[in-house]
């Protein structure tokens, strides 16, 4: 059963990737599970399981996929489905929990190709050590990391396609302004959403259970910030470079209430906001879009600031 063509009343019986799920504590003391639950469209679902026992909270999380039955509901205009029945899917139900996990559409190795080269192409040798440093201590948490938990590219792999289709981005626009530094554009949205990694737990489907005691109390612009401080003073990177470097991480998210306590101060630090903006409501735009029909609307997504996107019907 597709959740695409499922129904307010209509029973559901199926399996379902827990993408994430949320223990919390009723009035009445017991416990329920909220969850995100796709197909093996990557066609999402709410999902709320009541009086969650001890021994469910250990079974059912985050990167399981799931025999379901139950039935759908609607709450605050949107459709979820309520868990009658729940268990985990074994050898005996023919299923492949990879047709469940939704991918980015680059292969791995390519993308990793892609961004060690333009690293190995740098011609400053304290932008080139320290980017290389950073970002290939990474590689193997890059291979499955999503870039969010719920937003823009949360899936496996997300956090490096991310990084990939931005540098493409980049390299176009600095061809249109040849006044910027090229290298010290390059090397901000590469390491940018680095601290990604330290801020979230993912397991290697890329779902994530939680943010890290350090990602909640610190968040990654900090904790990024914190390591290039210290690979910088490692390495002996240039003053100047390492500063330029920690302004463009501080200011990327361009206002204090988005976590930068800077504005960019600088074009190469601009860019890179605007050119992160650009990837993450491109992206999001793509999934909304492909989930409704040519010549109708999206539901309101709150990732776009509420809007409805429309979907053209000519190609």
């Known amino acids: 059963m597709k959740i695409k063509s499922v129904q307010k009343g209509q029973d559901y019986l199926g399996f379902l990737f827990i993408k994430s799920q949320m223990t919390k504590t009723a009035t009445n003391g017991s ?7 796709n197909d093996a469209d990557f066609d999402e679902i709410d999902g709320k399981k009541w009086d969650v026992k001890p021994e469910d909270e250990e079974i059912f999380t985050n990167g399981k996929l799931v025999k379901i039955k139950g039935k759908v ?8 489905l309520i868990v009658e029945r729940m268990r985990l899917a074994d050898d005996r139900d023919d299923v492949n929990i990879d047709d469940y996990i939704e991918t980015v559409p680059v292969n791995t ?3 990793l190709g892609y961004i060690n080269d333009t690293i190995d192409d740098f011609q400053n040798k304290d932008i080139a050590a320290i980017t290389k440093k950073i970002f290939n201590d990474q590689t193997q948490a890059l291979a499955y990391f999503p870039a969010a938990k719920k937003h823009h590219h949360a899936i496996k792999g997300g956090l490096l396609y ?5 540098l493409k981005i980049g390299k176009g626009l600095a061809g249109i302004y040849p006044f910027i530094n090229r290298e010290l554009l390059y090397a901000g949205i590469i390491l940018h959403d680095i601290g990604k990694i330290n801020e979230m737990v993912s397991d290697e489907n890329g779902a994530v259970s939680d943010y890290t005691p350090e990602g909640k109390l610190l968040g990654h ?12 003073t490692e390495l002996g990177t240039d003053p100047e470079v390492l500063m330029l470097l920690k302004h463009m991480i501080l200011s990327h998210h361009y206002q204090p209430e988005f976590g930068s306590p800077k504005r960019p101060m600088f074009p190469e630090a601009e860019l890179l906001h605007h050119i992160d903006m650009i990837d993450a409501r491109m992206y999001t735009m793509e999934q909304a879009l492909n989930r409704v029909e040519p010549g109708s609307f999206t539901e309101p997504n709150w990732s776009l600031d509420g809007i409805s996107l429309y979907r053209r019907s000519f190609e």
């Open 31 to 37: 416990r329920y599970f909220n969850m995100v639950l």
């Open 73 to 80: 509901q609607e709450f605050n205009n949107r459709l979820q």
């Open 109 to 111: 190795d390519e993308m």
């Open 162 to 166: 991310h990084l990939y289709t931005m």
């Open 221 to 232: 612009i900090t904790q990024e910030i914190v390591e290039l401080e210290l690979v910088g």
